[in-house]
């Protein structure tokens, strides 16, 4: 190996070491297989020989907890397992929830594949803006937690499912935490429903004590016999091999260039098998692919063999299938991902994995009110699981990009849940639109913090989505509620309506909900400012937005185009997707679309009357763009991607930030400070911007 690795003692994964099994892995497992050899890798899988048990589990207990590594079949298997013991009979669902939309879709058309059917019809999936299932066939239905907690609108007690496993758990997520708090107040009231948590790690214990419930308080309206109430719990025994860990042995300075220099270093040194690389986003890991593709176009020629993928959720569907496709022989396949393959999906064929440390985390401090997300180290917990996926097939490698003596002095043992780190705006919503009003004393698994609610319940009101009591506003907080938006694009969505200029502002929305729309290419930033110069206008990003959803209407919604323009035709289609189903949404509400004509004025008060919080006002002579937020005073930048970087307007108003060396809005407008007041007066009574902007 090269100069940076020193091997490491420690030994994560359960050891257990089988050569006989060990290549069976190798079989395709692409669309061309057999349906016997896709039978008989499943009778392969580790939770195989629980099936029984775990149907027993289902049978007898209210909830089941099932703790397995990741790739041992819980995922895949066990709806299939329930399907054929008759829990989808009569017309009822089982569901399976996933914290990732990418997972969702993965999982659920390798079951369809499995399942010999067809995907959208007896195998199905919903994710936010997209429902593949047909009501009346669909049997299995995977679905985010999210979703199945709008679900619950409509339908509050979940009556089309009989089981229901929240997977995944480990992870924590903000929706996952809501779901599990809602789905024990369901049991409750419905005793033939059936929960299995299951995930890769868990503290079974705890989940156990959370879902255990006195059978006194069950209220049974059905003539079904009350399950046993005290959860039963398995763990799935996997067949890990030995990973070696290995450490850098000074801490890296730039864990992009690292990334590359070992990935290159195991290919020059190291057997065949496969790569997964742990980065952090989209912009690393295609920052990566792209150091690596230049590499190997270099004239040595020195890493042709290699196939350089990016995973990241947002990947479009084809690029995902490359992904879990068999890798050609005499090539190496290198996927550089971010945690979604930590424990959501699993790659066949990876003997190495290389991890920096960190991924992508929501941070919230609701001191300041501020969210952002940021590229945060990583846990022990998580560390482990990355290593564990280089011992799936043989005894395999762990490259770490951090000492050995950071690992066990400095990093955090386990996560902290996301209900812990996150903004409560969009959490407040959907409690209290599912009727439930205190939310402090809500049943849950760890309770946010009184802060950070206040603050939440500070800024709904603001809004005009929650009125002085606290509940939800009509109409605007249903209409809220019911978008499935993020609460202030709804707010400026449902204010565009009334101010004549929904027809733009509908557009806006659908461009922010999907990761962005451009193409950023390291090393042609030249061409691609200059291709979004071509759009962009003074008002902002918005505004900007609306410029190049015209011309890719105009150009026939041509791919050749957004090439040329550098602009994600994926990212179009979904935009041009998401609009036609908000559309929907507002007719159902009874509004109407309605254009300003080009009153861009108009249009960013609409923006505002959703974003005020979200304002900042540039220092004054400031060299290097620094602006303050209006309420927190806190440093923000505009981020190099907006058509304002540089430009630097005195006030502006933000969609998101980014927290990476600085903190960066994204998505920015130019803005009147007097519309701030006039939108939001009492946000902004106490302190109001500087005087001198007027
Ligand atoms: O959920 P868990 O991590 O326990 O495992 P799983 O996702 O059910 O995966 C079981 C097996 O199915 C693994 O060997 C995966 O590689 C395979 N699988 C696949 O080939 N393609 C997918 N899209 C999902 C799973
Ligand atoms: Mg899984």
């Not at 299938?321 to 424990?343: C, H, M, Q, W, Y």
């Not at 907006?642 to 980014?658: D, E, G, M, T, W």
Request: hydrophobic share 40%; net charge neutral.
């Amino acid at each position: 190996m090269s100069k940076y690795w020193k091997p490491g003692s420690e030994r994560p994964t359960p050891v257990l070491v089988d050569d006989e099994e060990g290549g069976v892995l190798f079989v395709s497992t692409s669309s061309s297989s057999s349906s016997s050899q896709l039978e008989r890798l499943r009778q392969r899988l580790p939770v195989y020989k629980y099936r029984d048990a775990i149907l027993y589990l289902v049978e007898n207990h209210a909830t089941t907890i099932i703790v397995g590594e990741t790739g041992s079949g819980k995922t895949t298997q066990i709806p299939q397992y329930l399907k054929e013991a008759g829990w989808a009979e009569g017309g009822r669902v089982i569901a399976c929830t996933q914290p990732r939309r990418l997972a969702v879709q993965s999982v659920a058309s390798r079951v369809a594949e499995e399942m010999g059917v067809t995907l959208g019809e007896e195998v199905g999936y919903a994710i936010r803006f997209e429902d593949q299932t047909k009501p009346g066939l669909t049997m299995v239905k995977f679905l985010t937690d999210g979703v199945l907690i709008r679900e619950m609108m409509d339908d509050p007690l979940l009556t089309k499912y009989s089981v229901i496993m929240v997977d995944e758990a480990h992870e924590r997520s903000l929706s996952t935490d809501i779901l599990l708090g809602l789905l024990k107040k369901i049991q409750r009231r419905r005793p033939d429903l059936r929960l299995i948590i299951s995930s890769a790690t868990i503290e079974a214990k705890s989940m156990a004590s959370f879902f255990h419930t006195r059978k006194k308080n069950i209220r049974n309206d059905t003539i079904d016999p009350v399950p046993n109430q005290e959860p039963g719990i398995l763990s799935v025994e996997g067949k890990g091999y030995t990973v070696e860990i290995h450490y850098v042995e000074e801490p890296v300075s730039d864990y992009l260039q690292a990334t590359v220099e070992t990935v290159l270093s195991i290919h020059d040194n190291e057997g065949p098998g496969d790569v997964l690389v742990f980065l952090t986003g989209q912009d690393d890991i295609e920052a990566a692919v792209k150091m690596l593709t230049d590499e190997y176009n270099h004239p040595r020629g020195r890493s042709s063999d290699l196939l350089v993928l990016p995973l990241y959720s947002g990947l479009p569907r084809s690029d995902q299938d490359l992904i879990f496709a068999p890798t050609p022989r005499g090539k190496r396949k290198v996927v550089i991902s971010t945690n979604i393959a930590e424990t959501s999906l699993t790659l066949e064929g990876v003997v190495y994995v290389v991890d920096s440390g960190f991924s992508k985390q929501k941070f919230y401090n609701p001191i300041s009110d501020i969210e952002s997300l940021v590229t945060a180290p990583i846990s022990k917990a998580s560390a482990r699981q990355r290593a564990g996926r280089a011992g799936r097939l043989r005894p395999g490698k762990c490259f770490r990009l951090y000492t050995e003596e950071y690992y066990l002095k400095d990093m955090p043992s386990e996560g902290i849940p996301e209900m812990q780190r996150s903004n409560l705006v969009s959490c407040i919503i959907q409690m209290k639109a599912l009727g439930i009003d205190n939310i402090l004393g809500f049943d849950w698994l760890s309770s946010p913090s009184a802060e950070a609610m206040v603050r939440a319940l500070e800024v709904l009101y603001s809004l005009g989505i929650l009125d002085g009591d606290a509940k939800l506003t009509s109409p605007l907080g249903f209409q809220v509620a019911e978008l499935p938006l993020e609460p202030m694009v709804s707010k400026m969505l449902l204010s565009s309506c009334e101010m004549g200029c929904s027809e733009e502002v509908v557009t806006i929305a659908a461009v922010l909900s999907v990761q962005s729309i451009w193409v950023s290419m390291r090393g042609v930033q030249k061409e691609f400012d200059e291709a979004k110069l071509r759009f962009a206008v003074a008002e902002g990003d918005h505004v900007t937005y609306l410029n190049v959803y015209k011309g890719f209407l105009k150009s026939g919604k041509s791919s050749q185009w957004c090439y040329r323009n550098f602009i994600n035709y994926q990212a179009m289609k979904k935009v041009i997707d998401i609009r036609e189903q908000l559309v929907r949404f507002l007719k159902r509400l009874g509004l109407t679309l309605k254009s300003c004509e080009g009153d861009l004025k108009m249009l960013r008060k609409a923006i505002i009357s959703g974003f005020f919080a979200h304002a900042c006002q540039l220092e004054e002579y400031s060299p290097n763009g620094m602006y303050k937020m209006l309420r927190s005073s806190q440093e923000v930048y505009i981020h190099p991607s907006s058509v304002l970087f540089r430009v630097n307007p005195k006030c502006v108003v933000y969609h998101s930030l980014v927290l990476t060396d600085k903190q960066y809005m994204r998505n920015v407008i130019a803005v009147d400070p007097a519309w701030l007041i006039e939108a939001a007066p009492h946000f902004y009574q106490i302190r109001k911007p500087n005087p001198a902007l007027f």
